[in-house]
């Protein structure tokens, strides 16, 4: 592809995933504040240089007049981001329902919900129509947005309908598919009611992506056992089509976080975070606030380790980051509740008049902020339970340029550090 000036032109890329890069925050009839999402897949795609892409997602926000609506989208058009704009309820349905109350505790092997959680067969049953519903209007909004030439790139659980969907519209359409979170085991993924439709409209696609060689290979083993496809050492093949399955694991990019340490801001806020803690080892948790990364027993083991050393008592810190997420799920709010009671315990417990023994924050972080926290921290505490691609470890790494600080990871996230190092 030449431009006119017989420069190559870039790739025309549309990235199309349920979170935007940038979140909305309303301010009046028609302004709107945009800051950057927190998550990985933000994170990640941050590094994506060498396309001529845009971003079409969901809006993040209900906005049900048409004033606002065009105020967005036009905010949003400068930062070549497209809004879906979704209504309550099928947000509900569909991103607080389906996708985080069924799809999401399934791949992290969570099981899916019983009766406190879903309270009928029917209720399963709208929950997967939505999904489908929202994953049409992702589809409608591609649609219009597609040139001939452009890779579509989609993501993560909340899209698995959507390689289908484009494919019927244009089977010529170059469609991606890159799943965020861990894929189970077939023996899990038979539990969902609709696990042949799923995969069956994800291997629409032709190519699709994991992180690890184990997600992609659960992937093409749920494939053969429960479609009765044939897995070959590409990939899956239905009647002489070839989908391409691989391993894609993602990381940061490293030179923003080194670039932002040299900043006088940056280096001025490290400067106040050590006379700050000064005589204390710090310890640090940045997570979003989900049952997947541990954070309950993280604290939990903070709290054994000053029972049983009491001579660190007042030489330590755990800062806990934890910006609130998927806020209208009940799961998360009885994870938030219990996070805020093991804290107080804890902080009633070994807190002085002058200190406490643990800061615990329901907020994201700023990058400058974020990253002179990273730098000054002596121990980095990542302890999920189960986890796609932790890349807050990598981060922390990244920051600690000068410092020899020590990164506890979880057992399960010992092999996905790896791969990132290392490739
Ligand atoms: P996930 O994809 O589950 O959100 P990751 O660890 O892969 O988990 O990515 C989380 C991203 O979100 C990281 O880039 C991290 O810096 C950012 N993040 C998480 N918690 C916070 C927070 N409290 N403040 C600022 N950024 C955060
Ligand atoms: O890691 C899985 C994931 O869904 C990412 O795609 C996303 O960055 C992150 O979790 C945050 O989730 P949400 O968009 O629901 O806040």
Redesign the pocket.
């Known amino acids: 592809c030449q431009r006119q000036d017989g420069r190559p032109s870039k790739q025309r890329l549309l990235v199309v ?3 935007l890069p940038v979140s909305a925050i309303r301010r009046g009839e028609d302004s709107w504040q945009l800051e950057v ?7 990640a795609l941050l590094g994506l240089k060498e396309f001529d892409a845009k971003w079409i997602g969901w809006a993040g926000v209900n906005v049900p007049d048409e004033v606002g609506q065009r105020a967005l989208t036009n905010a949003l058009a400068e930062k070549r981001c497209i809004p879906i704009f979704l209504d309550e309820e099928m947000v509900h349905q569909y ?1 607080n329902g389906y ?2 109350n069924i799809l ?1 505790p399934l791949f992290h092997y969570l099981g899916i919900p019983q009766e406190d959680r879903l309270a009928t067969t029917r209720s399963f049953q709208s929950q997967f129509d939505a999904y489908k519903k929202a994953n049409q209007m992702f589809a409608e909004v591609v649609k219009e947005h597609y040139k001939e030439g452009d890779v579509v790139w989609c ?4 899209l698995m309908f959507l390689p289908k969907y484009l494919k019927e519209y244009n089977n010529k359409m170059k469609v991606g598919w890159f799943l ?2 861990p894929f189970p085991s077939s023996e899990i993924h038979r539990m969902l009611p609709s696990r042949s439709e799923l995969l069956r409209s994800v291997l629409a696609a032709d190519l699709v992506g994991f992180h690890t060689y184990d997600y992609a290979r659960h992937f093409v083993s749920a494939c053969t056992r429960i479609l009765g496809l044939e897995g070959t050492p590409e990939g899956v093949e239905d009647q002489g089509k070839l989908t391409r399955v691989a391993a894609f694991p993602i990381g940061i990019d490293y030179e923003r976080f080194i670039r932002a340490l040299e900043l006088p801001q940056v280096q001025n806020h490290m400067k106040e975070l050590k006379q700050r803690f000064a005589g204390r080892k710090v310890m640090l948790g940045v997570d ?1 606030l989900d049952m997947i990364k541990g954070i309950p027993q993280k604290i939990l083991a903070f709290e054994k380790f000053l029972e049983e050393n009491p001579h660190w008592r007042d030489r330590v810190v755990l800062l806990q980051i934890a910006v609130p ?2 806020t209208d799920v009940p799961e998360y709010q009885k994870l938030t509740s219990q996070v805020h009671e093991i804290v107080g315990r804890i902080n009633g417990k070994f807190g002085t008049l002058t200190a406490v023994p643990i800061h615990h924050l329901d907020r994201s972080l700023d990058f400058h902020a974020l990253c002179a926290l990273y730098a000054i921290t002596d121990v980095a505490l990542v302890t999920s339970l189960r986890d ?1 691609m932790n890349l807050v470890s990598y981060e922390f790494v990244a920051c600690q340029a000068s410092n020899k600080g020590v990164l506890i990871l979880s057992e399960v996230q010992h092999s996905l550090l790896g791969l990132g190092l290392f490739w």
């Open positions: 995933a349920n979170r999402s927190a998550g990985g897949l933000v994170t991103y996708c985080n999401w993501h993560d659980y909340h965020h979170t979003r997420t998927r796609g």
